[in-house]
C-alpha cells in the first residue's frame, strides 16, 4: 500500500508540471518588479488574472453556444430539404465569433464577438 501521492504512473510529474507553470508565472511579475516596472507590472497581472477568470466562464459558453448552433444548422438543412442558406444563416452567427478573450478584449481596447458576423470585420 502506497502512503501519499498519486498510484498512477506519472501523476507526480502532472503535479510537476502543475508546480513549475505555477512557480514561473508567480516570478514573472517579481522580476519586473525588482527592474522597476512594478505598477504596470501590477496592473498586467491583474488584467491577465481577469482574462483567465473570464475565460473560465466564456470558454465553456461558448463552445455550448456554437455546439447547439452546429447542431440546430444541421436540423435546419435537413428540415428545409438541403437549403444552405438556411443552414449558413445559423451557423454563421453560433459557431463564428470569438472562442478566446485576449487581455487586450478585455480590457476594452479590442472588440469581441460572442456571435459571429457574416459581413468582415474592420
Do not use: C
Request: aromatic share 8%; proline share 5%.
Amino acid at each position: 500500500m502506497k502512503v501519499g501521492g498519486s498510484t498512477k504512473p506519472g501523476g507526480n510529474a502532472a503535479t510537476a508540471v502543475a508546480i513549475l507553470v505555477l512557480t514561473s508565472a508567480l516570478a514573472m511579475p517579481a522580476r519586473a518588479f525588482a527592474a522597476g516596472e512594478g505598477a504596470h507590472a501590477g496592473k498586467q497581472m491583474a488584467l491577465g488574472v481577469t482574462t483567465v477568470v473570464a475565460n473560465v466562464v466564456y470558454i465553456p459558453a461558448k463552445l455550448v453556444y456554437a455546439a447547439l448552433g452546429g447542431v440546430t444548422g444541421i436540423l435546419a438543412y435537413g428540415l428545409t430539404l438541403g437549403s444552405a442558406a438556411t443552414a449558413t444563416d445559423i451557423w454563421v452567427p453560433s459557431i463564428g465569433g470569438d472562442y478566446v478573450l485576449t487581455p487586450a478584449m478585455v480590457a476594452g481596447e479590442e472588440p469581441f464577438y460572442f456571435i459571429g458576423r457574416s459581413d468582415s470585420r474592420d
